[in-house]
Every structure is written in C-alpha cells, then in structure tokens.
C-alpha cells in the first residue's frame, strides 16, 4: 500500500491563514477594550494625549468618508455624461460611433444628434427597442434632441 503525499503548501496556507485570523481577532479584542476603556481613561494625564489624538484619527475619517462619497457621486456623474455623449455620437441607424462635430453619419449618412428612444434620460440604460418605459427605472422613453 503506497502511502499518499502530503501537500505542504496547503497544510502551511492553512495553518498561516489561521494565524492571520486569529491576529485579526486579537487586533478586534484589544480594539473593543479600547473603546470600552477610553471614556473612563480620557482625564487621566497618561492617556490625554492619547486620547486627543483617537479624536483627531476620528475627524480626519470623518472628513475622509464625506470626499469619499462626494468622489463616488462625481464619479457616477461623470461616467453617465461620457456614456450619453458616445450615445448622442452613435448612429441610430447602422451603430457607427461618430467624431463629436459630426451631424451625419459617416457610414451611412444618417442624422446624428438624437437620443434613441431606448435610451432613459434619468438613468443611461439603453433598453430593448419598442419599450415605452425603461426597464432599469421605470421612467417614460421618449425620443429626445441631443443638446450639442
């Protein structure tokens, strides 16, 4: 009977992942007892200066979230209006994508300048032709003038 090969390299992942977790663990411990203790140890003279600093830790995350969210607002902003201008460059018509001065299309001369109906104003999904409501959000399809 052959006796099978262990695989160190899993057993080693295995027992090294545990360690990382258990760390983890440790570092939420010692975390919990932190803030547990801080209120209690905020006026002894030993901690003051460590207690300012935890503020100061929380306001620079506070500050830090309120860009973060403020950057994923901007972000999704201006991933919509790229969106709708490739949109208002392609041709309904044959789906080429146009330079952004052109007025027709340069395969196959088609006005250019229009939303297609399937495209929602309010959300940029492009959906199913014939829909007369996006299926995304639910708001009215209408055909529109793309604003040069």
């Not at 006796?3 to 977790?21: G, M, T, V």
């Amino acid at each position: 009977m052959t006796e099978r090969n262990p695989n160190y390299d899993e057993q080693l992942a295995a027992i090294e992942k545990e360690l990382q977790d258990l760390e983890a663990l440790r570092l939420q411990v010692l975390i919990e007892i932190g803030e547990k203790a801080l209120p209690r140890i905020r006026e002894e003279s030993d901690f003051a200066d460590l207690a300012v600093k935890v503020d100061e830790i929380a306001e620079k995350t506070r500050l830090l979230k309120q860009q973060e969210s403020s950057l994923h607002i901007e972000k999704s902003r201006y991933e919509k209006e790229q969106k709708e201008l490739l949109i208002k460059r392609t041709c309904v018509n044959c789906k080429t994508v146009n330079p952004e001065d052109s007025k027709f299309c340069e395969e196959c001369g088609n006005p250019i300048g229009f939303l297609p109906r399937e495209y929602c104003k309010a959300c940029s999904f492009m959906n199913h032709s014939g829909m007369k409501f996006c299926g995304e959000c639910g708001a009215k399809l209408d055909e529109v003038a793309a604003e040069a």
